[in-house]
């Protein structure tokens, strides 16, 4: 049973334009929402955050909106780059002693020239 | 300030013989972790060290896995024997404090024929 759902695969924007990114949860526990990048053979690189006490975190081109009650977020890049077309995970974690994070299956971005 | 180190980054075994990961995480984090990506899902969870003490090792597939933490800096996740299935690329990440982000290393390609 997926918790966090990143619905479509892929996204191809031009460059310039806004890329959204969305995803959806189930688990009402969840109260820290992180978006991760990944390039080919590399690791995730950690983004931007949002705590569920919020419903937006801006840090420079990357906006992140959380919904609650439609357990949605969503994560846009304004104006997108070349350089941003890379792997998208939306992550979440729940309150506890643990704190591990269960991932999305990710969302490929196309940043077209 | 380095990141997450892993090595090998890759390595290609045959079923049945045992392959052993290492993780260094970034220094003065106490918090380490072991996800998995198997091809085309989601990154999954396998444990959690806090220091040299496994906090939460819930996603661990089966006891073919070990994973140690002596002295609570590096890591390793040793798989005895290695499966088919087990084939996937292997992610440590390691964090400061248990809410925020974790910082994730390049990851172990692992294959088992």
């Known amino acids: 049973d997926q918790q966090v759902k990143q619905n479509s695969p892929s996204l191809s924007v031009q460059e310039g334009r806004i890329s959204i990114l969305n995803c959806d949860y189930t688990?009402?526990?969840?109260?820290?929402f992180l978006w991760y990048k990944k390039y080919p053979a590399e690791g995730p690189t950690f983004l931007i955050s949002i705590s569920s006490i919020k419903d937006k975190n801006e840090d420079g081109r990357f906006t992140v909106f959380l919904n609650k009650s439609a357990k949605h977020l969503s994560l846009h890049i304004v104006p997108s780059q070349p350089g941003d077309s890379a792997v998208y995970f939306c992550?979440?974690?729940?309150?506890?002693?643990?704190?591990?994070?269960?991932f999305g299956k990710g969302i490929t971005l196309s940043v077209r020239p | 300030e380095a990141g997450v180190t892993q090595f090998p980054s890759h390595s290609v075994i045959e079923k049945g013989q045992t392959v052993t990961l290492r993780c260094d995480p970034i220094s003065g984090h106490d918090n380490l972790y072991w996800y998995r990506r198997v091809m085309g899902k989601e990154i999954k969870f396998l444990l959690h060290?806090?220091?040299?003490?496994?906090?939460?090792e819930s996603g661990m597939p089966n006891n073919r896995f070990l994973a140690e933490r002596t002295g609570g800096t590096y890591s390793t996740l040793k798989v005895q024997p290695a499966e088919l299935e087990d084939s996937g690329v292997y992610f440590c990440?390691?964090?400061?404090?248990?809410?925020?982000?974790?910082?994730f290393g390049p990851g172990t390609r692992l294959t088992v024929l």
């Open positions: 990440a390691s964090s400061q404090d248990l809410g925020g982000a974790k910082y």
């Open positions: 060290f806090v220091k040299e003490s496994k906090q939460d």
């Open positions: 688990n009402s526990m969840f109260d820290y």
């Open positions: 992550a979440a974690s729940a309150p506890g002693a643990n704190s591990k994070l269960t």
